[in-house]
């Protein structure tokens, strides 16, 4: 079945560090891709998305790469700040315009220190 | 911003009793589905829900689980006879179109004694 797998935290920087938080997926079809995020005490709240091979989702300095040949969605952000500090969930959807369900990966918690 | 809000945001019961957990999804959404997650664990589907019926509803969701949108605006889940493991932190989400991103409540923590 379809399945999404991150690296596992929790990922520590320090302010300014680069980040990269590793996704792959398994997926039948073409799946949407999706990064949502996760502030303390929140609920999941979208980051960026993508829909078809190539596509490149951003916003508020994040960035990831839909790579069908590698099955992958990695999300980078080039100079994280302490206010990024979250869980960061990584998510498929495969129904299209069916209302599919998300298939998230296990998050992956991410700690930035001034 | 429209927003899903979800009540209560902590429900704690005794196990073998019924809960309702209440959401009240974006007002022009057409799609609502309800998510939980074990602490500790992966966001988990539960089910999908679209012209007053259930598209799509995964294994966990057996017949101690039943949705319902009595009016034009609420969207509820319920649980019947509740077990420990349903002690979880459980998240409503709409979307305008089934193809469209899910928009998420900050949740419901449902702790079972």
């Known amino acids: 079945g379809n399945s999404v797998t991150q690296m596992e935290g929790p990922v520590t920087l320090s302010e300014e560090a680069f980040l990269t938080i590793n996704c792959t997926y398994t997926a039948t079809g073409y799946p949407s891709l999706f990064w949502y995020v996760q502030y303390p005490g929140e609920g999941l709240q979208l980051l960026l998305k993508?829909?078809?091979?190539?596509d490149k989702g951003s916003n508020k300095g994040f960035e990831a790469t839909y790579r069908k040949e590698t099955t992958s969605f990695h999300l980078e952000k080039g100079s994280v700040q302490v206010s990024d500090s979250a869980v960061y969930f990584c998510a498929l959807s495969d129904r299209g315009n069916q209302g599919g369900k998300l298939i998230f990966g296990q998050g992956t918690e991410l700690s930035v220190k001034p | 911003e429209p927003e899903v809000t979800q009540t209560p945001s902590h429900q704690v019961t005794q196990m073998g009793q019924e809960v309702i957990l209440r959401c009240v999804p974006i007002?022009?959404?057409?799609?609502f589905y309800w998510y939980r997650q074990i602490l500790g664990q992966k966001v988990e589907f539960l089910v999908s829900?679209?012209?007053?019926?259930?598209?799509?509803k995964s294994e966990i969701f057996d017949d101690q689980f039943s949705v319902e949108r009595p009016d034009g605006s609420n969207f509820t889940l319920k649980i019947r006879s509740t077990k420990l493991e349903d002690s979880a932190m459980y998240f409503c989400?709409?979307?305008?179109?089934?193809?469209?991103?899910?928009?998420f409540g900050d949740g419901t923590r449902l702790s079972i004694l």
């Open positions: 829900f679209y012209n007053n019926e259930i598209s799509e």
């Open positions: 993508a829909t078809k091979a190539d």
């Open positions: 007002s022009n959404h057409l799609y």
């Open positions: 989400a709409s979307s305008l179109q089934g193809y469209q991103p899910q928009h």
